[in-house]
């Protein structure tokens, strides 16, 4: 004779009769929650994707843009050796007295330090090296290097009015400050 437990056990369907049960009354709900599981993948794939060609691309954008800055200030390090050639080539034309640039010896070394300072300023400007102006300009901190301050009764403080060694850009890039003296109120 059967228990209890055995007649129960006997009249509940299984796991297995019930999922095809399931699956039989329901197909289409079944082909449904299928369908909407592929689209939100679909979604996260089509998102994912234009995610990374966004990425790809901003990283090809920054790629072209180091490479051409590279390009473009690749001679900063020699401009910047090469200033102290020119601030030299100033010093010695200054240097030379009027009368010995009178003087028919003398004349073709002056003549001959003229042409190079000349050259070197063109050199300068086909690379994009351009002197900074400073005399009679307001202090800017991104272009001048205050090295003194001077009493004046004629500039207005915070104006320059001395030019101790002359600054120099690099395209749109600072390559060397001026440094200044700079106006103050007279005592």
């Known amino acids: 004779m059967m228990t209890e437990d055995e007649k129960t056990q006997d009249a509940a369907p299984t796991a297995e009769e019930v999922r095809n049960e399931t699956a039989q009354d329901a197909p289409e709900?079944?082909?449904?929650?299928?369908?909407?599981?592929l689209e939100a993948e679909l979604a996260e794939a089509k998102s994912a994707t234009l995610y990374a060609r966004a990425e790809a691309q901003n990283l090809l954008r920054r790629a072209q843009k180091e490479a051409e800055d590279a390009r473009t200030y690749a001679a900063t390090g020699f401009a910047r050796d090469i200033l102290s050639v020119a601030d030299n080539l100033t010093r010695a034309l200054s240097a030379i007295p009027d009368d010995l640039r009178a003087d028919d010896k003398m004349k073709g070394l002056v003549t001959g330090l003229e042409a190079t300072g000349r050259e070197l300023d063109s050199v300068f400007a086909r690379h994009g090296i351009s002197k900074i102006s400073a005399l009679g300009e307001t202090l800017d901190p991104n272009r001048h290097q205050a090295m003194?301050?001077?009493?004046?009764?004629?500039?207005?403080?915070?104006?320059?009015?001395?030019?101790?060694?002359?600054?120099?850009?690099?395209?749109?890039?600072?390559?060397?400050?001026?440094?200044?003296?700079v106006a103050k109120k007279a005592e």
């Open 29 to 37: 709900v079944a082909a449904h929650d299928r369908v909407a599981e």
């Open 148 to 181: 003194m301050e001077v009493p004046s009764t004629d500039a207005e403080p915070g104006t320059i009015v001395q030019e101790i060694q002359s600054g120099y850009m690099i395209r749109d890039r600072l390559l060397r400050p001026a440094l200044v003296g």
